[in-house]
């Protein structure tokens, strides 16, 4: 059998959020659309989906969640993590807060190191990668106390979401483009945190352009393009090793990971992290994305073009 050309693990992200979602993950990892899941250990049916995942023998990681529903910790009552009501401050609140200096990073660490033991009682093994829900992990200040957590149990794998091409994709509505400039960005200034620790990543990010009605067959091809072209790239193909991992083989291939969040979506009122399913699991988006993912056509181009599917622990 030939060599891959490109490892490419395809996580679902959310795992747990819902029942729903967490079947919709199940079927897409039993038909190939997915290689490897992210659990957000503080969701109502993180339990269900850690049981699934044994069943069906799914590689897992942690989906550490700053933003969204209720701390996992129980030490922070009145935390500056949490806002009147006792619940994370939400997706930009979080941003929000962060920016105005009023966060404090001793939080922070702790509600990661909770999420961490929560997630080694569910699944019975350390996260085999840990990245951030909402892409929290990158934020400054936060990204040296993620850093630190990953190193202290030994975790070798997290997420840098900085898509090749990305600015090209005039497609996607101008709010979008901005969130995403400013992900990557962040992303930007936490390689050096992360090469200190020691903490690794593939070489290729994917994710940000192909997520809900965005994710098509001509996108996924134009966005798998770039690990192509990084694998017939002998000096590109060098440089990306040498910023994420220092193999020394003569020959390896180049390693990438792209983001997803298939499922059947949520019900009203039925699951979320402590305050109900969001309108984003609840879109019918979710549904495409895992109609999208294990379309035969997909999955036949994965094997004409020698892309491997494969989760962060066979790295």
Same mark, same amino acid.
């Given at each position: /059998? *030939?060599?891959?050309?490109?490892?490419?693990?395809?996580?679902?992200?959310?795992?747990?959020?819902?029942?729903?979602?967490?079947?919709?993950?199940?079927?897409?990892?039993?038909?190939?659309?997915?290689?490897?899941?992210?659990?957000?250990?503080?969701?109502?049916?993180?339990?269900?989906?850690?049981?699934?995942?044994?069943?069906?023998?799914? %590689?897992?990681?942690?989906?550490?969640? &700053?933003?969204?529903? &209720?701390?996992?910790?129980?030490?922070? +009552?009145?935390?500056?993590?949490?806002?009147? @009501?006792?619940?994370?401050?939400?997706?930009?609140? $979080?941003?929000?807060?962060?920016?105005?200096?009023?966060? +404090?990073?001793?939080?922070?660490?702790?509600?990661?190191?909770?999420?961490?033991?929560?997630?080694?009682?569910?699944?019975?093994?350390? %996260?085999? !990668?840990? @990245?951030?829900?909402?892409?929290?992990?990158?934020?400054?200040?936060?990204?040296?106390?993620?850093?630190?957590?990953?190193?202290?149990?030994?975790?070798?794998? =997290?997420?840098? %979401?900085?898509?090749?091409?990305?600015? $090209?994709?005039?497609?996607?509505?101008?709010?979008?483009?901005? $969130?995403?400039?400013?992900?990557?960005?962040?992303?930007?200034?936490?390689?050096?945190?992360?090469?200190?620790?020691?903490?690794?990543? *593939?070489?290729?990010?994917?994710?940000?352009?192909? /997520?809900?009605?965005? /994710?098509?067959?001509?996108?996924?091809?134009?966005?798998?393009?770039? =690990?192509?072209?990084?694998? &017939?790239?002998?000096?590109?193909?060098?440089? &990306?090793?040498?910023?994420?991992?220092?193999?020394?083989?003569?020959?390896? *291939?180049?390693?990438?990971?792209?983001?997803?969040? %298939?499922?059947?979506?949520?019900? *009203? !009122?039925?699951?979320?992290?402590?305050?109900?399913?969001?309108?984003?699991?609840?879109?019918?988006?979710?549904?495409?994305?895992?109609?999208?993912?294990?379309?035969? $056509?997909?999955?036949?181009?994965?094997?004409?073009?020698?892309? !491997?599917?494969?989760?962060?622990?066979?790295?």
């Amino acid at each position: /059998m *030939p060599q891959p050309k490109v490892k490419l693990v395809v996580t679902g992200d959310d795992f747990g959020y819902c029942e729903r979602r967490n079947q919709g993950i199940v079927d897409c990892f039993k038909t190939g659309g997915i290689s490897n899941v992210s659990l957000l250990v503080n969701a109502v049916s993180a339990e269900h989906a850690a049981d699934l995942a044994k069943r069906n023998h799914i %590689p897992i990681g942690l989906h550490a969640n &700053l933003s969204e529903g &209720l701390p996992v910790s129980q030490d922070l +009552k009145g935390s500056t993590l949490l806002n009147k @009501d006792g619940f994370f401050h939400g997706k930009m609140g $979080f941003w929000e807060v962060l920016q105005c200096g009023r966060l +404090k990073m001793s939080e922070v660490e702790a509600e990661l190191r909770a999420q961490v033991n929560r997630f080694c009682e569910l699944a019975g093994h350390v %996260p085999y !990668h840990m @990245d951030g829900h909402q892409h929290v992990h990158v934020l400054p200040e936060v990204r040296e106390v993620f850093a630190q957590v990953l190193s202290d149990f030994g975790i070798t794998y =997290t997420r840098v %979401p900085i898509e090749p091409g990305l600015t $090209f994709c005039t497609f996607l509505p101008p709010h979008l483009r901005d $969130f995403n400039a400013q992900v990557e960005k962040d992303a930007l200034e936490s390689i050096e945190v992360f090469h200190r620790y020691g903490i690794r990543w *593939p070489d290729i990010y994917l994710g940000l352009s192909t /997520m809900g009605k965005n /994710m098509s067959v001509p996108n996924l091809k134009r966005a798998l393009g770039f =690990t192509l072209e990084a694998s &017939l790239d002998d000096g590109l193909t060098s440089s &990306l090793i040498q910023s994420s991992d220092a193999a020394t083989d003569s020959y390896r *291939p180049v390693t990438a990971e792209l983001m997803v969040h %298939p499922g059947y979506p949520s019900q *009203p !009122h039925q699951g979320g992290c402590g305050e109900g399913p969001d309108d984003f699991s609840q879109s019918a988006d979710r549904l495409h994305e895992l109609n999208t993912l294990r379309d035969p $056509f997909v999955l036949n181009y994965y094997r004409q073009q020698g892309i !491997h599917l494969c989760a962060f622990k066979d790295f």
